[in-house]
């Protein structure tokens, strides 16, 4: 298995500019989340899925979307670049082990809004 | 709403040195506690987590934590530290019944050999 897989690694953007941030597992897990990852602030979440279909908002939400058509892909969409947007963004799957999200980490984005 | 504090973001140890790192978090009902680490350069990984039932959980690579309800903490502990432990660890915390999962602002471990 490949476990959580996310791409690019990389990425620079200009203020303005919109990109997808790419995350798929193949474990089969239900829960899905995507978090950023700023110095001081530890990981805050920005949207989670509970399933296909089923999406919601976490911590900082705004200017971020995502939608999950199925089970394996979670890819998050930058709408309108902000330098405030710099981060490494990490995406996380998980069983929902009796009825706890204990959670497996993609290898992260790092990117730069310039 | 639930919430985590990690009160020490930075910590300094020799190796062989005992480690505690604190943990609390704000939560009245039932919780479920995570703690994650990340080596420098690489993704979050679990180290340990606790669902029920015995509050001294063990988890990889020598780590233990204890979870104390009256409290509201759970902090992590190794006896020995090695070099190979630099790493920044956080602490987590899920909500019975609720979907999301907080996290603290973490801690730095650095260890000197």
């Known amino acids: 298995n490949a476990g959580v897989t996310q791409t690019p690694k990389f990425q620079v953007l200009k203020t303005g500019q919109s990109m997808t941030l790419q995350c798929a597992q193949d474990?089969?897990?239900?829960?899905m989340s995507w978090y950023r990852q700023d110095p001081g602030m530890g990981l805050r979440l920005i949207h989670y899925?509970?399933?296909?279909?089923?999406?919601d908002q976490g911590e900082v939400p705004n200017g971020y979307n995502v939608s999950r058509s199925t089970t394996e892909d979670f890819p998050l969409r930058l709408l309108s670049a902000a330098p405030s947007q710099t981060s490494v963004y990490f995406c996380?799957?998980?069983?929902?082990?009796?009825?706890?999200?204990?959670?497996?980490f993609g290898p992260g984005t790092r990117l730069t809004v310039t | 709403a639930q919430s985590v504090s990690q009160h020490n973001h930075h910590v300094i140890l020799s190796e062989a040195a005992s480690l505690e790192l604190g943990c609390n978090y704000s939560?009245?009902?039932?919780?479920?506690l995570f703690w994650y680490v990340q080596y420098p350069g690489q993704h979050l990984q679990l180290l340990l987590k606790?669902?029920?039932?015995?509050?001294l959980v063990k988890g990889i690579k020598g780590f233990e934590a204890e979870f104390i309800k009256s409290k509201f903490s759970f902090n992590l502990r190794k006896p020995s530290v090695q070099w190979s432990d630099t790493a920044e660890y956080f602490c987590?915390?899920?909500?019975?019944?609720?979907?999301?999962?907080?996290f603290g602002t973490g801690t730095k471990l650095q260890v000197i050999p």
């Open positions: 899925s509970v399933g296909a279909g089923i999406t």
């Open positions: 474990m089969n897990h239900e829960y």
């Open positions: 939560y009245g009902g039932t919780v479920n």
């Open positions: 606790y669902f029920s039932g015995d509050p």
């Open positions: 987590a915390v899920n909500a019975w019944g609720y979907q999301k999962v907080t």
């Open positions: 996380a799957s998980s069983p929902r082990t009796s009825g706890a999200y204990e959670q497996y």
